[in-house]
Structures are given as C-alpha cells and as structure tokens.
C-alpha cells in the first residue's frame, strides 16, 4: 500500500497551490480520503475529508471557504486546492485513507507560506 503526496512548496501569502495524493495497492474508491496537517510543536488536525464517491465533504472551519477538497477514482488521487493561504497554513501536509476496518497515511508535503 502507497500514498505519494506531492505540490507542496513556498508560496507568498495570499497565493494558492494545488496537492496531489496517488495510492496504490488498495481498493482506492472504498476508502475516505482526508488531507491532515501538522505544524512544529501543534498537534495533527485535520484540514479536509471527502467520502468514497465524492459526494460528501467536510472541512475544517479554519480552511473553509479557502480550501476545496476533490478526487478522481479513476486515476486513484484525492487533491487539496488551496486558495488564499496565511501564515499560519505553514505544516506538514499529510493524506490519509480509512475505512472501517484500516486506515493508511502517506509520507506528507511541507507546505511554507511566507513573504
């Protein structure tokens, strides 16, 4: 099993980016997909999640408006367009997906907002 995330970088407040998660080795369309964060000395929290077919989201309230959490089965990836980004977005980005029995989490993408 394999979760690759990827878009993460440096950006100027204000600007956007666009992170990318491909799995592998699991039944991808079963699965809730979730973007996580973790800043240095914070806890992980969850930033976005979005069920099996897509249908349903959640986000959370420090991102909403700012943030739109998609996937497409077909090609096994889960996307967190962000929009508008602070300061305090500057974490370690991490996808997850989870089921009712497992769940997996993949290796993360620093994301830096800074002038």
């Known amino acids: 099993v394999q979760l690759v995330e990827s878009g993460g970088g440096l950006v100027q407040p204000g600007g956007s980016l666009r992170l990318s998660c491909v799995g592998a080795g699991f039944a991808f369309s079963r699965y809730g997909m979730s973007w996580h964060r973790q800043a240095p000395g914070k806890e992980r929290e969850l930033v976005a999640s979005?069920?099996?077919?897509?249908?349903?989201?959640t986000y959370a309230d420090s991102v909403r408006g700012r943030f739109t959490i998609s996937r497409n089965n077909g090609g096994n990836a889960v996307y967190l367009q962000m929009n508008s980004l602070k300061p305090e977005d500057t974490a370690l980005y991490y996808c997850k997906a989870i089921s009712d029995t497992t769940h997996y989490w993949g290796q993360g993408t620093q994301v830096t907002v800074s002038s």
């Open positions: 979005i069920s099996g077919a897509g249908t349903s989201t």
